[in-house]
Structure formats: C-alpha cells, structure tokens
C-alpha cells in the first residue's frame, strides 16, 4: 500500500503561483534540487493536472548533454522512471506525450485511493487544484512544502480555502537561498 503525499512550492504567503501565473521565483538551486532528488526518489507514481504536466513534461525530454547539471539529470530519471496520471477533462489525448502517462478525464477520490493501494510507493499529488478534493477528504498521507522567501500578494493557493487541517511537523531543512522545507503528517 502507497502513501498519498501531496508536494508543493510555494511563496511565504502561501501560493504556489503568482497572479500571473508564473512560478519563476521557485527556480531550485542545486542544493535545493539535490535534496527534491533525495526525496522523490521513493515515488512510485505522480498524479498531476493539466498545467502540472504540461509543466513538468519538459524532463521527459531533457537532454543530458555533456554540460547537463547532474541534478536535473537525476530528476529527469525519476520523472522518466515512474507511472504518471495526468487528471484532466481538457488536455488533448494527443497532448500526453511522456511514457508510462496515462490521461484520466475525471478523477474521483476512489481511483486515487485505488491507485494509492496499489502504488509500491509514494503517490504524488502536484498541484493544488488536483490535490485540492483529497485535502479535503482527509486522504493524504503526508504534505512536503518548499517555502521560498518570496511575498506573491496573490495567485494559486497551495491549499484549499475551505479545508481544516491539523499536523504534526515530522521534518526540516534550511537552504542557503532562504527557502524552508517542511514535512508534514496529520494528527
């Protein structure tokens, strides 16, 4: 049986996008990015919406060239490595072009729970409009926010509005570019 855990970047104030849509502000350092491989290495299967996939679709294809940055190299083989389910009633079929994807038109919470029992793994959540129901009803396992030290004013929330949360803090780290990680369970 696999854990649920929803993983998301996000401002100080709590978006993961800002009013325009962008999140270049999130860019990971290195040592940021070393430490999201560290963490990613347990998952089994990412579930994402629409905008997450077309986002993160880019390391289906990242080249590994000779002056590659090694991080990003071992990102791209654990994105390339797992089962992914992109949850979208919008995306073209023609659209999911990484391997081992599948497109779902609806996802209710009993197919993400079936794919959660069924993952060897960790089941990522990206996305806070995808991850938004199954906050909602109490399924996720665990939370792994990155905080940068950024103020957006505005944007995508990382979490729902109307959803009632209590957790206990279980993990931390600090980086040198100020952004916080932290890991959560509920109580």
Not at 6 to 29: E, H, I, K, L, Q
Not at 50 to 69: F, I, K, L, Q
Not at 72 to 98: C, D, M, N
Not at 176 to 186: E, I, M, S
Request: glycine share 8%.
């Amino acid at each position: 049986m696999g854990t649920l855990s929803y993983f998301a970047n996000m401002s100080a104030d709590g978006y993961t996008v800002d009013a325009d849509g962008r999140f270049d502000w999130a860019t990971p350092t290195d040592e940021v990015l070393e430490f999201i491989n560290e963490i990613e290495a347990d998952v089994a299967v990412y579930v994402h919406g629409r905008r997450m996939y077309e986002t993160m679709v880019y390391w289906e294809n990242h080249d590994p060239g000779p002056d590659a940055n090694p991080h990003e190299t071992r990102y791209a083989e654990i994105w390339q490595g797992v089962e992914k389910v992109v949850a979208s009633s919008s995306l073209p079929e023609e659209a999911v072009t990484s391997a081992r994807t599948r497109l779902v038109r609806d996802l209710q919470l009993g197919e993400l729970r079936r794919i959660t029992n069924c993952a060897p793994g960790v089941v990522s959540v990206g996305g806070p409009t995808v991850a938004a129901e199954p906050i909602r009803h109490g399924l996720v396992d665990e939370f792994r926010f990155f905080v940068y030290p950024e103020v957006l004013g505005g944007g995508l929330p990382a979490l729902p509005p109307d959803a009632r949360l209590s957790l206990r803090l279980v993990d931390t780290r600090t980086f040198a570019n100020g952004a916080v990680y932290l890991r959560y369970v509920p109580r």
